[in-house]
């Protein structure tokens, strides 16, 4: 179990890093996909079969090939002669460094790293399936969830048409454009 | 036997990456990648938080679907805009994009 985890780490952090310093964005895209899959993976294994199905079905399914759209409608993306960087990059670095030291050692304080000492997850019965059911309950009761879910139906609904209206093209200079 | 301090360490770094992806890199589709990164590194966080403190409940899972809701309509919104102003200015470098400062 620990050498999965720890296979499974390192492929999610190299392509991870991946993203954010290769120079050719396409390939970016493909490693971020890899990095969801390694995400997907770690939820597997945190014994959460819906998160892992969900983050198969709306990051790699819809998210990543959002972005490969968007990448292949902006031309000049795919130029890669230029330094994809910034002039802040080293100053970035340098803060997000110490802000994984800091979580770390915050992190290290609570729980500690040897396994022997923190031991594993508390034992579940069943967890998958009743993890699910209690979704499916909690969603739709009126004392529980019911608010923040359709609030997040109505999201959805408004950012799908908000975007399709920013994004479509002028109408107004097409209409002067044909008369 | 995973402790929980190493998905916090891994998700810790995940995000980490992220921020500096969001911070280092010039194109703005490269920005909105990283910030999905930083969004799945809350959710590891969220699902190792319940599975170790609080399996029974499902609270912790629907924080993390609504968490990955709003990483969704974040992301079409912000493609959306990133094409539009790509229509306008023919660029979609961070950089270059001062339109609302003069």
């Given at each position: 179990m620990q050498i999965l985890f720890i296979i499974i780490s390192a492929i999610t952090l190299v392509s991870a890093v991946l993203v954010v310093s290769v120079r050719n964005l396409f390939h970016a895209a493909l490693y971020m996909m890899l990095s969801f899959l390694g995400v997907a993976a770690l939820y597997a294994l945190l014994e959460s079969g819906f998160m892992a199905a969900t983050q198969l079905l709306v990051?790699?399914?819809a998210i990543s090939i959002l972005v490969i759209f968007a990448i292949m409608m902006?031309?000049?993306?795919?130029?890669?002669?230029?330094?994809?960087?910034?002039?802040?990059w080293g100053m970035s670095g340098f803060v997000s460094a110490s802000l994984f030291v800091l979580i770390g050692a915050i992190v290290l304080q609570v729980y500690p790293l040897d396994p022997a000492v923190a031991g594993g997850a508390p034992p579940a019965e069943e967890l998958v399936t009743n993890t699910v059911n209690q979704l499916g309950v909690a969603f739709t009761s009126a004392d529980q969830l019911v608010l923040p879910f359709e609030l997040a139906s109505v999201l959805l609904l408004v950012a799908l048409v908000g975007s399709i209206i920013i994004a479509r093209p002028d109408v107004e200079a097409e209409v002067e454009d044909e008369s | 036997m995973i402790p929980l301090s190493w998905y916090l360490i891994v998700s810790a770094c995940l995000f980490c990456i992220g921020l500096y992806g969001v911070m280092a890199r010039r194109n703005a589709v490269a920005m909105l990648m990283a910030v999905e990164l930083t969004l799945n590194a809350v959710n590891i966080n969220l699902i190792a938080f319940w599975r170790y403190?609080?399996?029974?409940?499902?609270i912790g899972v629907a924080w993390a679907i609504f968490v990955l809701t709003v990483a969704a309509a974040e992301a079409a919104v912000g493609l959306a805009l990133i094409i539009s102003i790509y229509r306008q200015?023919?660029?979609?470098?961070a950089e270059e994009l001062d339109i609302l400062k003069y």
């Open positions: 990051y790699i399914g902006t031309r000049r993306l795919m130029q890669t002669t230029e330094s994809p960087f910034n002039s802040q | 403190n609080n399996p029974g409940e499902p200015r023919d660029s979609v470098v």
